[in-house]
Protein backbone atom coordinates (compact mmCIF):
# COMPACT_ATOMS: atom_id res chain seq x y z
CA UNK A 1 0.00 0.00 0.00
CA UNK A 2 3.47 2.20 0.32
CA UNK A 3 2.95 2.76 -3.54
CA UNK A 4 -0.32 3.91 -3.57
CA UNK A 5 0.02 6.21 -1.02
CA UNK A 6 3.55 7.64 -2.95
CA UNK A 7 0.91 7.64 -5.99
CA UNK A 8 -1.44 10.19 -4.37
CA UNK A 9 1.17 12.43 -2.98
CA UNK A 10 2.95 13.02 -6.09
CA UNK A 11 -0.43 13.20 -8.05
CA UNK A 12 -1.61 15.44 -5.48
CA UNK A 13 1.45 17.62 -5.21
CA UNK A 14 1.17 17.86 -9.08
CA UNK A 15 -2.25 18.81 -9.22
CA UNK A 16 -1.51 21.43 -6.79
CA UNK A 17 1.79 22.61 -8.28
CA UNK A 18 -0.01 23.57 -11.48
CA UNK A 19 -3.11 24.94 -10.28
CA UNK A 20 -1.07 27.22 -7.73
CA UNK A 21 1.67 28.48 -10.67
CA UNK A 22 -0.71 29.43 -13.34
CA UNK A 23 -1.52 32.94 -13.72
CA UNK A 24 -4.87 33.83 -11.91
CA UNK A 25 -5.03 36.08 -15.21
CA UNK A 26 -9.37 37.58 -14.44
CA UNK A 27 -10.82 34.54 -13.72
CA UNK A 28 -10.28 31.76 -10.39
CA UNK A 29 -9.49 28.02 -10.50
CA UNK A 30 -12.99 27.76 -9.53
CA UNK A 31 -14.28 30.31 -12.25
CA UNK A 32 -11.68 28.23 -14.63
CA UNK A 33 -13.24 24.72 -14.24
CA UNK A 34 -16.77 25.74 -14.39
CA UNK A 35 -16.41 27.21 -17.94
CA UNK A 36 -13.96 24.05 -18.50
CA UNK A 37 -17.19 21.91 -18.05
CA UNK A 38 -19.38 24.62 -19.90
CA UNK A 39 -16.79 24.86 -23.39
CA UNK A 40 -16.71 20.72 -23.12
CA UNK A 41 -19.83 19.72 -21.78
CA UNK A 42 -22.44 22.34 -23.42
CA UNK A 43 -24.86 24.57 -21.34
CA UNK A 44 -26.03 23.41 -17.67
CA UNK A 45 -27.91 24.03 -15.06
CA UNK A 46 -26.66 26.00 -11.83
CA UNK A 47 -27.85 22.61 -10.12
CA UNK A 48 -25.72 20.56 -12.28
CA UNK A 49 -22.75 22.82 -12.41
CA UNK A 50 -22.34 23.32 -8.88
CA UNK A 51 -22.96 19.40 -8.44
CA UNK A 52 -20.36 18.56 -10.61
CA UNK A 53 -17.74 21.12 -9.21
CA UNK A 54 -18.71 19.72 -5.58
CA UNK A 55 -20.15 22.99 -4.54
CA UNK A 56 -23.39 24.48 -2.90
CA UNK A 57 -25.81 25.61 -5.46
CA UNK A 58 -25.67 28.87 -3.44
CA UNK A 59 -21.92 29.12 -4.05
CA UNK A 60 -22.28 28.56 -7.94
CA UNK A 61 -25.24 30.92 -8.31
CA UNK A 62 -22.64 33.85 -6.97
CA UNK A 63 -20.31 32.48 -9.04
CA UNK A 64 -22.12 32.38 -12.50
CA UNK A 65 -23.34 35.77 -11.24
CA UNK A 66 -20.25 37.02 -11.41
CA UNK A 67 -18.86 35.13 -14.83
CA UNK A 68 -22.03 36.93 -16.06
CA UNK A 69 -21.39 40.50 -15.08
CA UNK A 70 -17.97 38.93 -16.97
CA UNK A 71 -19.42 38.46 -19.78
CA UNK A 72 -17.78 35.05 -19.79
CA UNK A 73 -21.20 32.98 -19.83
CA UNK A 74 -24.77 33.78 -20.49
CA UNK A 75 -28.23 32.29 -18.95
CA UNK A 76 -31.25 31.13 -21.24
CA UNK A 77 -34.71 29.69 -20.28
CA UNK A 78 -33.97 26.16 -20.33
CA UNK A 79 -36.31 25.02 -22.79
CA UNK A 80 -37.28 21.25 -20.89
CA UNK A 81 -38.59 23.46 -18.03
CA UNK A 82 -39.05 26.94 -18.41
CA UNK A 83 -38.56 27.93 -14.75
CA UNK A 84 -35.15 26.74 -15.06
CA UNK A 85 -31.95 28.47 -16.61
CA UNK A 86 -29.19 27.26 -18.59
CA UNK A 87 -26.09 28.53 -18.43
CA UNK A 88 -23.65 28.54 -21.47
CA UNK A 89 -20.17 29.73 -21.77
CA UNK A 90 -19.94 32.89 -24.49
CA UNK A 91 -16.46 33.41 -27.08
CA UNK A 92 -15.59 35.91 -24.40
CA UNK A 93 -15.80 32.72 -22.00
CA UNK A 94 -13.95 30.49 -24.41
CA UNK A 95 -10.88 33.10 -25.31
CA UNK A 96 -10.51 33.89 -21.19
CA UNK A 97 -10.51 29.47 -20.83
CA UNK A 98 -7.87 29.22 -23.84
CA UNK A 99 -5.52 31.69 -22.69
CA UNK A 100 -5.45 29.79 -19.40
CA UNK A 101 -4.80 26.33 -20.87
CA UNK A 102 -2.54 28.24 -22.95
CA UNK A 103 -0.95 29.40 -19.87
CA UNK A 104 -0.53 26.13 -18.00
CA UNK A 105 0.39 24.01 -20.92
CA UNK A 106 3.39 26.75 -21.54
CA UNK A 107 4.47 25.77 -17.62
CA UNK A 108 4.10 22.17 -17.95
CA UNK A 109 6.45 22.20 -20.66
CA UNK A 110 8.57 24.44 -19.47
CA UNK A 111 9.13 22.19 -16.90
CA UNK A 112 9.15 19.38 -18.88
CA UNK A 113 11.95 20.56 -20.93
CA UNK A 114 14.19 21.02 -17.69
CA UNK A 115 13.73 17.20 -16.52
CA UNK A 116 16.28 14.60 -18.27
CA UNK A 117 15.91 12.78 -21.58
CA UNK A 118 15.36 9.27 -19.03
CA UNK A 119 12.72 11.00 -16.94
CA UNK A 120 10.76 12.39 -19.92
CA UNK A 121 10.70 8.93 -21.69
CA UNK A 122 9.72 7.89 -17.59
CA UNK A 123 7.05 9.99 -17.79
CA UNK A 124 5.96 9.26 -21.62
CA UNK A 125 5.77 5.46 -20.46
CA UNK A 126 3.53 6.46 -17.79
CA UNK A 127 0.81 8.46 -20.03
CA UNK A 128 -1.47 5.30 -20.56
CA UNK A 129 -1.61 4.63 -17.15
CA UNK A 130 -2.71 8.67 -16.46
CA UNK A 131 -4.71 8.89 -19.05
CA UNK A 132 -7.08 5.80 -17.83
CA UNK A 133 -6.69 7.20 -14.21
CA UNK A 134 -8.21 10.52 -15.50
CA UNK A 135 -10.81 9.17 -17.98
CA UNK A 136 -12.01 6.79 -14.68
CA UNK A 137 -11.64 9.52 -12.28
CA UNK A 138 -13.82 12.02 -14.84
CA UNK A 139 -16.77 9.09 -15.07
CA UNK A 140 -17.38 8.92 -11.64
Do not use: Y
Request: aromatic letters at 0%; hydrophobic letters at 45%; zero cysteines.
Amino acid sequence: MEEIADITDVLRRLSNTIARRTPRLETSRAAASSLAILDSEGPQRITALAEREAVSQPAMTNLVQRLEAQGLVTRAADPADARASLISITPEGLAVLHERLRLQDELIAATVARLSPDDRAAIAAALSALTHFTESHESR
